[in-house]
């Protein structure tokens, strides 16, 4: 019964961490609802594939010039493919990508297939059909209608929101940094930034991320009383998975 907002800056790993919290709610028997313009459908399941495969489950090649790189075998992705077949529903690509459209889908994989978590990826994407002057007007009706269908069918909502540009790009994302409507955040339940760690922290002993790659900071939790609370996050490149513990990577 909540909207969560998750903001970060291109390449901050958006993507890697919602696919994870997927993952996590197709183990527990939960279907999602994926609507994600920023990438194209076939891409999109490629991409969750390589997180939910792992390391253990990738198997390295290597080009005619020497590179290396890691795939999942085609009898993996079958396997997969099988276990979340009607539970990972994604919204095709030809379909349109204004709200109305978007939210009947939504409710629809509710209905019909008992999804627990919508994810909306992301605020750009979605033809709000208004002007730019109606903009912030039509984005706070757009966040209180995603918070009353939250609460309707008991579902975690989860909407992904670019953040406004800045000067210094490795800054950790604040309140008001992310773009649009000042009521993205004001009513939303719970707010996350992420935010890559600079070359420069992690070259300075004394930087209190520099030993991790990401930070991730809740810039609000209404449901617990918490505000900017940071924890820092290994990732590994060649299964896009964050950790919280390096020794899980191996």
């Avoid at 922290?201 to 505000?227: F, N, Q």
Wanted: glycine share 6%.
């Amino acid at each position: 019964g909540t909207l969560t907002v998750l903001s970060g800056r291109p390449g901050s790993g958006k993507t890697s961490i919602i696919d994870q919290a997927i993952a996590k709610t197709i183990d527990r028997g939960n279907p999602v609802f994926l609507f994600s313009k920023e990438m194209p459908e076939r891409m999109s399941a490629n991409w969750f594939n390589t997180i939910i495969a792992g390391r253990r489950n990738m198997e390295e090649r290597t080009t005619r010039d020497g590179r290396k790189y890691h795939v999942v075998p085609a009898n993996i992705q079958r396997k997969m493919q099988g276990f979340y077949h009607e539970k990972l529903l994604i919204y095709k690509d030809d379909e349109p990508n204004d709200v109305d459209s978007v939210m009947k889908s939504a409710e629809e994989c509710v209905r019909k297939y008992g999804a627990k978590f919508i994810v909306l990826d992301n605020l750009m994407m979605l033809d709000l059909e208004c002007c730019e002057s109606d903009k912030n007007t039509a984005q706070t009706n757009l966040i209180n209608r995603l918070i009353k269908f939250a609460s309707k069918f008991n579902v975690a909502v989860v909407l992904i929101a670019h953040p406004k540009k800045t000067p210094d790009a490795n800054a950790d994302i604040e309140m008001y940094d992310i773009s649009g409507s000042s009521n993205i955040i004001n009513l939303a339940m719970r707010s996350i930034g992420l935010r890559r760690v600079s070359k420069k922290e992690k070259t300075d002993p004394k930087a209190k991320w520099g030993k991790y790659d990401v930070v991730l900071t809740i810039i609000k939790d209404r449901l617990l009383g918490k505000a900017d609370f940071q924890i820092g996050l290994w990732s590994d490149l060649t299964s896009r998975r964050f950790y919280t513990d390096m020794r899980s990577m191996i």
